[in-house]
């Protein structure tokens, strides 16, 4: 599978968002996920084994319960393939930046020299 249609799934995303908070039991995401997405535990259990068998993460046993965690490996691929369109959204984002600058000189301008009525 690709990347993107790994991350394509929002509910392979919200899993990676838990996963990225540290490592948590099978138990403790599929908790989180049946009441976030209202989805069965064989379901929860298809979604981990995706994000494992396409190495997004990894799996640790300890007698009977799985232990999961981010690998970010695949998470940096996906990050230089969007670096290429990163340009598009800084110049963006700059652009913002000095608007909003600009928005906040003129207010304190405004502020301290009251126009009189």
């Not at 994000?51 to 799996?59: C, E, I, Q």
């Not at 691929?77 to 670096?83: A, G, H, M, P, R």
Request: hydrophobic share 35%; charged share 30%.
């Amino acid at each position: 599978m690709h990347a993107f249609d790994i991350l394509g799934d929002p509910v392979r995303r919200r899993i990676l968002e838990l996963l990225a908070g540290g490592e948590l039991s099978s138990g403790e995401v599929t908790a989180v996920i049946q009441r976030e997405h209202g989805i069965s535990q064989p379901a929860v259990s298809q979604h981990l084994k995706v994000l494992r068998d396409n190495g997004f993460a990894t799996v640790r046993a300890q007698g009977t319960r799985r232990f999961y965690v981010v690998n970010p490996a695949p998470l940096r691929e996906v990050d230089q393939w969007l670096d290429r369109f990163r340009g598009f959204w800084e110049q963006r984002l700059d652009a913002l930046s000095t608007e909003i600058a600009r928005g906040k000189r003129e207010r304190r301008a405004r502020d301290s020299h009251p126009t009189e009525s």
